[in-house]
């Protein structure tokens, strides 16, 4: 089977190298839409309404491993338009938080993305802090700072000014896309790579997607379905085609965004911290009180911004305490397995026995 004809949806040897020679009847597709029961499914040629096999709902330990928008996916037609999915290609990228409320979920946000586009507005809506929580979502993905309205602030310059002072090593990108002013934004759009538009609600992501798009080669337009109570919901998370080539993934507007990652590395807008604290002089340094620490060190200096590094130390925090609800999630699920199998093993003895 040829592959070409799939890479203006982004495809590439990573996922080609994954197809089984068993596999290879199976026709490839990109998940762009994720309904609350079946999923849309675009290939090269044609749209599918597809679900998701038994078997895939059945093994998945969490929701993270049932299709997102943005995967690659293995399906098999059964009518004209209609299609199973029987196997979710292992991801390149993955966008994601915990899910909101109390629950410890991951929430997929988005996959197999290239390049993240990370919008705020110009106006109240500007937060250092926020932004740079959000480019904790980039991991092995490009960060693009959008500024929009920039038509509401008298002094766009100098807010890049701050933002480039705290945040290193990010591209940013200032826009005003009411007024159709998107074109800083063109030359990270590229045949073949996936985007994804992320910010909180009211930033302007619709109307950036909106100049962005002129002629849409797909349009998904607005996708309706009913949710649990009957009522219309409109599902905002979709994938499309972009005219010049490239692929965009508009994601709903978040209220919160609660991390969702391993504690190693907090990622681009870090980078100076975490490579700053190799210097400290005990490997296990708090940097609180120790001798020769090299982040208190800085910020007696001036040459740490403190913002920054409380904002740092508050994120670091929250995934510390992320990780130990994850463990103790784990031990209980554990046990729960094991009660469980020795359950199982019990009646299996008492049948022997009878
Ligand atoms: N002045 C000005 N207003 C803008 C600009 N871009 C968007 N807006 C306005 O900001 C409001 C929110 O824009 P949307 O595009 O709906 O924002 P969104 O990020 O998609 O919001 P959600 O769908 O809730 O996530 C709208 O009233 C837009 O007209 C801009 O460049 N300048
Ligand atoms: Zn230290």
Redesign the pocket.
């Known amino acids: 089977m040829e592959y070409n004809h799939l890479s203006p949806l982004g495809w590439n040897t990573y996922f080609e190298n994954q197809i089984a020679e068993d596999e290879k009847e199976l026709i490839v597709g990109r998940v762009s839409i994720e309904n609350k029961t079946n999923y849309q499914v675009l290939t090269a040629r044609d749209t599918y309404i597809a679900e998701a096999t038994g078997r895939l709902f059945y093994m998945a330990e969490t929701d993270a491993e049932l299709p997102k928008v943005g995967d690659w996916v293995l399906t098999m037609e059964i009518d004209k338009g209609k299609a199973i999915i029987q196997k979710v290609l292992e991801r390149q990228s993955v966008i994601s938080r915990k899910v909101p409320g109390k629950k410890l979920e991951e929430q997929i946000i988005a996959t197999n993305i290239d390049k993240l586009f990370i919008?705020q507005g110009l106006d109240g809506n500007f937060n250092l802090a926020r932004l740079e929580r959000y480019l904790t979502l980039a991991q092995n993905v490009e960060p693009i700072i959008v500024l929009?309205?920039?038509?509401?602030c008298p002094d766009p310059d100098d807010i890049v000014q701050q933002v480039k002072e705290r945040i290193k090593n990010a591209e940013i990108v200032v826009?005003?896309?009411?007024?159709n002013q998107v074109s800083a934004l063109h030359p990270h759009i590229k045949p073949g790579s996936t985007i994804a538009i992320v910010?909180s609600?009211?930033?302007?992501?619709?109307?950036?997607i909106n100049s962005l798009i002129g002629q849409p080669l797909v349009a998904t337009g607005e996708v309706r379905e009913l949710d649990s109570k009957g009522r219309h919901t409109t599902t905002?998370r979709h994938l499309m085609l972009l005219e010049s080539g490239g692929v965009l993934i508009d994601t709903?507007?978040m209220r919160e965004l609660q991390l969702w990652r391993d504690q190693s590395s907090l990622g681009t807008s870090f980078e100076d911290i975490e490579a700053l604290s190799e210097h400290c002089k005990f490997k296990n340094c708090t940097h609180t009180d120790e001798k020769g620490c090299a982040i208190t060190q800085a910020l007696d200096e001036g040459s740490l911004d403190e913002a920054h590094w409380i904002n740092y130390a508050k994120m670091k925090k929250e995934l510390a305490y992320l990780e130990t609800r994850q463990d103790v999630n784990a031990m209980l699920e554990k046990k729960k397995k094991w009660k469980k199998i020795q359950k199982d093993y019990k009646a299996i003895q008492k049948n022997r026995n009878m």
């Open positions: 919008v929009n309205k920039a038509d509401l826009v005003a896309a009411l007024q910010g609600s009211g930033v302007g992501k619709s109307t950036i905002s709903p507007g």
